[in-house]
């Protein structure tokens, strides 16, 4: 059973960092293509960034360019997001989420999601 749990959400001051963290597990890390959404309240979710096998590919949405970090370990099966110079708009429930290396790294076609964690930033 794959389960993705992610943690390191909270409430931060605009101009300020968070770092997110997704643990898998019940999966072959290595063979998945790991990202990245959010959800704001009353939106549809968006994608935010995701990461190849073994890091040499990241993609992010163009609004969080230059802010956000995608990363992976895959001795530990984690991958996470620094988040710089957040504000107010950032703020969103952060869903993990992973497919399978079909040798396409893009935004859609998620097989596995978490349950995601609350980032609230203040004016």
């Known amino acids: 059973q794959v389960q993705l749990v992610e943690s390191g959400g909270g409430l931060v001051q605009a101009g300020g960092s968070l770092r997110l963290s997704c643990a898998a597990s019940?999966?072959?890390?290595?063979?998945?293509?790991m990202a990245w959404f959010r959800q704001a309240p009353g939106k549809e979710r968006e994608f935010v960034a995701a990461?190849?096998?073994?890091?040499?590919?990241?993609y992010n949405t163009d609004s969080v360019k230059g802010r956000f970090t995608i990363s992976r370990d895959n001795a530990k099966n984690t991958v996470n997001l620094q988040m710089n110079s957040l504000n107010p708009e950032d703020t969103a429930v952060y869903y993990c989420?992973?497919?399978?290396?079909?040798?396409?790294?893009?935004?859609?076609?998620?097989?596995?999601w978490g349950q995601g964690t609350q980032v609230t930033v203040s004016s």
């Open positions: 019940g999966l072959t890390f290595n063979n998945y293509v």
């Open positions: 989420a992973a497919k399978l290396y079909t040798g396409v790294i893009s935004s859609t076609q998620y097989a596995y």
């Open positions: 990461i190849s096998l073994r890091s040499g590919s990241r």
